[in-house]
């Protein structure tokens, strides 16, 4: 892209910059965190995953969402096949079915979700802000004293609360995009799969399409708020 038609933040760096070093952040901080390559690697023992039960519990609700999802679609062609036949006694079975799956898997899924993930930012936080302030407060880098006494001007105002802040706001774009991942990609399979086996497999890149159509959409309306 010409320099002219990049955009450039308040400190003077390019937006495709910031895109760079804030992906490099996130791949820094999911290291320290949550290493599964270094686990399976035997380099790291199964501890250092941190908040790991909370995303073990969230992918099985994964699971059982999809299970549940393709459930709703196999009661939907039944409510259509007993409107179709006017079968009104199972019409009614059928659709009390589909308001208690309905309610059942969005009120379990959401709810429990939020407050799992809440768990797994915590024991995130909780491991990154020992860490930190370990090597802050280390008697022999001196990191704190140093930055006391810089000039003024130079120094960071207010130090220890931007450490609080900037860690909670990386860590909540983090999982968010960690639960948009978990929660997304097995779902695209899942409804691949049943464009697969319901529809024609030639239906897959028109889908696929339409929704990279929408996403580009989208972006050019309204482009997506930075993370961090």
């Not at 020992?130 to 003024?152: C, G, S, V, W």
């Amino acid at each position: 892209m010409p320099k002219s038609q990049q955009q450039y933040g308040a400190d003077g760096v390019s937006d495709a910059e910031q895109r760079r070093q804030t992906w490099a952040h996130a791949r820094t901080i999911l290291k320290e965190v949550f290493d599964v390559p270094a686990v399976l690697r035997g380099s790291k023992p199964v501890s250092a995953l941190k908040g790991a039960p909370c995303v073990l519990v969230i992918v099985a609700l994964q699971a059982i969402n999809i299970s549940a999802s393709g459930y709703s679609l196999h009661l939907s062609s039944e409510i259509s096949h007993h409107l179709y036949m006017r079968n009104v006694p199972g019409f009614r079975v059928t659709m009390l079915k589909s308001l208690a799956v309905n309610l059942v898997t969005n009120t379990l899924y959401f709810s429990l979700r939020g407050v799992l993930q809440s768990y797994m930012i915590l024991s995130w936080r909780e491991h990154l802000m020992h860490k930190i302030h370990d090597a802050y407060f280390d008697t022999e880098r001196m990191a704190y004293y140093r930055q006391f006494n810089l000039p003024h001007g130079r120094s960071v105002p207010d130090p220890d609360d931007r450490i609080v802040m900037d860690v909670g706001r990386a860590l909540g774009s983090l999982s968010n995009c960690i639960i948009s991942f978990t929660m997304n990609f097995p779902m695209m399979f899942f409804y691949a799969y049943k464009i697969v086996t319901v529809s024609r497999p030639s239906h897959i890149p028109f889908a696929a399409a339409f929704v990279a159509l929408a996403y580009w959409t989208r972006e050019r309306i309204c482009p997506a708020v930075k993370m961090g």
